[in-house]
């Protein structure tokens, strides 16, 4: 028996390993060589692909997509509906496997919805911890401390 929850209409490969009290919600699909951490949860459509590796305590809500390769570390929210994609030159091609950048979400991080980074944000290169990006392609508009206030100078980690 499974320590994870999935709703019938989820699609779980097997292979894939998933963590204790995780919950995957309807119409989601976790590929095979994923590992998923404890206590995540998973929203409606959503994807994870093949050697996607997630954390502890991350929550990815609906219609968030994670290609192969990308590595999402403990206590990371991504909005619902965020894109995140690991193909700099984005063309129509039947293989592109050669061509995935690595792509690493930080601990704690928060991708969009007036969050760190903000929504409809490109965000084309490696940022700080703290920084606070919009725009495209993405610039640093400011700092922010462990209580989401916005700061001069980055926070004392």
Not at 45 to 63: C, R, W, Y
Request: proline content about 5%; some cysteine.
């Amino acid at each position: 028996m499974a320590d994870y929850q999935s709703r019938p209409t989820a699609v779980v490969d097997d292979g894939a390993i998933i963590g204790e009290d995780t919950r995957v919600w309807h119409f989601c699909h976790i590929s095979a060589g994923s590992v998923i951490g404890e206590r995540c949860s998973f929203g409606q459509s959503g994807f994870v692909a093949l050697e996607v590796t997630i954390g502890n305590d991350v929550k990815v809500p609906n219609n968030v997509s994670l290609y192969t390769g990308m590595v999402i570390e403990d206590d990371v929210f991504l909005s619902p509906s965020c894109v995140l994609t690991n193909v700099i030159n984005q063309r129509s091609a039947v293989s592109r496997e050669h061509e995935y950048k690595a792509t690493r979400i930080r601990q704690g991080a928060t991708i969009g919805a007036s969050a760190f980074t903000g929504a409809g944000a490109v965000v084309p290169q490696d940022v700080p911890d703290y920084a606070l990006m919009v725009g495209v392609p993405a610039r640093q508009e400011s700092w922010m401390d462990q209580q989401d206030n916005r700061c001069e100078e980055p926070p004392e980690a």
